[in-house]
């Protein structure tokens, strides 16, 4: 099983034939509509605010 979020109906139509065809392949979707107040943030914000930073890089050269 597949859950796929919702935000609009651009990507309900891009999801449907999405899902359609996984269905034919027996792998069932489920779609999960966003609340509205959520619509507009986008999942690779969502996966931004979830990633560690990276550690800052030594300026300084081999030895120090």
Known sequence: ???RGLRN???LR???KLAAM???LGVAT???PARPDLAAVSSTAVRAL????SP???SS????
Do not use: C, H, N
């Open 14 to 16: 891009a999801e449907y």
């Open 30 to 32: 489920v779609f999960l």
């Open 56 to 58: 800052p890089r030594s």
């Open 50 to 53: 979830g990633t560690p930073p």
């Open 9 to 11: 109906t651009t990507d």
């Open 1 to 3: 099983m597949i859950v």
């Open 22 to 24: 996984k269905q034919s």
């Open 61 to 64: 050269g081999p030895g120090g």
